[in-house]
């Protein structure tokens, strides 16, 4: 047998993610193909500029080479020659050579190229490179010849790389710094148009959040993508179907339950004439016999005219409700004393107790009336389902209390059942308002409930706008049912 991982996956990863991983991916390349164009552009414009700034210089020199009896001449003034070489960043040079390599001119410590490349520069300068006194040096070389006596000369010209290597790093720096700014400031407008583009998405959960258990109208397809138009359409007919198998449903209940009424009433008013005939008969003898089963049926009979009463009153709720509740503001002490009277009564036959206590806010005196939104008649059958279940399986003493809007956060009231019997169990307090529930070994009571008092209590709850909690033992005496309603 293979076992379950402990937390094992609901859903698959978000829309969001699977949008914008392969967008980072292209981004990320783009980036990088981005930088490292930039580092090659700066280079090779840096080194093209200095190149030709070597190579200007070269052809410059040579043109100042005059040819003399005496042979080759460099014709440079001092303050020329002290221009060519002086730089503050790098170390320049020059010479001047004859076919042998000799410097005729310049400085001796200029590496003079081979012979072959000095043939070869004849009629346009050539760059090299090489080194000079230990540091790597970039060089321009020109050769030329003499007009009459076949005599070639080779002027060579070269200077150290610590400028250009500043340059270049310079330049980089310059071009890589907008390239960063410029990928960050895509990579949010990628991430905030993705976040843009699916918060249409985000819109209708939030819509679908909002809406009660029973809102069941189309979601809107305004500003819905394109893309999410099928799936938003699909949710509509879904919903459609369920708010039509929920019609359906709720239209069996009562159909059945007044189909139910007529042979249940029929069966009750049989009961009573055989019993009024039973008694009638010369038959003492067998009166243990038969007043017993008569008892049982005419307890079964009215279990059962209260269950169908009771799927009635739900039915009822939930269409009556749906369509038009009604909710405006009322005073509910009226209809939380009219519910109560019947019951006190009932309690006071039971030798039991129920009484009604108006909470005010500290410092304040007991309000006159406790104003909410809500339907008097439905109200009226919350508080007769709750105060009907206290007495079937509370304790002694019942206390209604009605809390005015001056002490529920927001406006409102608030309406607490509370009594001092055994309450429910913590693990089984969750399926309290569920359907036919009754407890466990319900089927060993005799108690003539339904299971359907609380349930159709929390219905009508939620549908008037409120809500109904439970709390039982210990944070309670015993069993405390909380009505809370808005303001």
Do not use: K
Request: net charge neutral; aromatic share 4%.
């Amino acid at each position: 047998m293979t076992g379950h991982t402990a937390n094992p996956r609901r859903h698959g990863p978000s829309l969001r993610r699977q949008l914008l991983q392969p967008l980072v991916w292209v981004w990320g390349l783009g980036l990088a193909v981005a930088v490292v164009g930039a580092l090659w552009l700066a280079r090779t414009a840096t080194n093209r500029a200095f190149d030709r700034g070597l190579q200007d210089e070269v052809s410059a020199l040579a043109s100042r080479v005059v040819w003399s009896e005496r042979g080759p001449l460099l014709d440079l003034t001092r303050q020329a020659m002290e221009l060519i070489t002086w730089d503050q960043a790098d170390r320049n040079a020059f010479a001047l050579v004859d076919l042998d390599g000799n410097a005729l001119a310049g400085s001796a410590e200029v590496p003079v190229p081979h012979a072959p490349m000095r043939r070869e520069a004849r009629g346009q300068p050539l760059l090299f490179d090489d080194e000079m006194q230990g540091h790597a040096v970039r060089g321009a070389v020109f050769s030329i010849m003499s007009p009459m006596l076949d005599r070639m000369v080779t002027v060579i010209v070269v200077e150290t790389t610590q400028r250009r290597a500043e340059t270049v790093r310079e330049l980089q720096i310059s071009m890589l710094l907008p390239a960063a700014a410029m990928g960050s400031l895509t990579f949010g407008l990628l991430g905030w148009g993705i976040r843009r583009g699916l918060q249409p998405l985000r819109d209708v959960a939030a819509e679908v959040s909002a809406r009660g258990p029973q809102d069941w109208q189309p979601l809107s397809l305004m500003r819905v993508p394109a893309e999410a138009v099928p799936l938003i359409e699909r949710i509509n007919r879904l919903l459609d179907d369920v708010q039509q198998s929920v019609a359906v449903q709720r239209r069996f209940i009562a159909d059945a339950a007044h189909q139910l009424r007529t042979p249940v009433s029929g069966m009750r008013v049989l009961l009573q004439a055989l019993e009024q005939e039973m008694a009638a008969l010369p038959l003492p003898a067998a009166d243990a016999g038969w007043r017993p089963i008569l008892q049982q049926l005419r307890g079964s009979s009215d279990r059962m005219a209260r269950l169908i009463g009771q799927l009635l009153s739900l039915a009822r709720a939930e269409s009556t409700l749906t369509i038009d509740a009604d909710l405006v503001s009322h005073d509910i002490l009226p209809t939380v004393r009219e519910a109560c009277e019947p019951l006190v009564l009932r309690a006071l036959a039971a030798e039991r107790q129920i009484a009604l206590e108006v909470l005010a806010a500290p410092g304040q005196a007991e309000p006159s009336s406790v104003v909410a939104r809500m339907h008097p008649l439905w109200l009226g059958e919350v508080l007769v389902n709750l105060l009907d279940n206290a007495l079937r399986y509370g304790g002694q003493h019942i206390v209604v209390r009605v809390r005015a809007g001056t002490v529920v956060q927001g406006g409102g009231a608030e309406v607490i059942v509370e009594d001092d019997g055994p309450g429910v169990p913590p693990d089984q307090l969750p399926r309290l308002f569920e359907p036919f529930w009754r407890g466990e070994r319900a089927d060993l009571r005799n108690d003539g409930g339904t299971g359907l008092g609380l349930a159709i209590a929390r219905e009508i709850v939620t549908r008037l706008g409120g809500t109904l909690e439970a709390a039982s033992r210990p944070q309670v005496a015993g069993m405390r049912l909380t009505i809370r309603l808005q303001g």
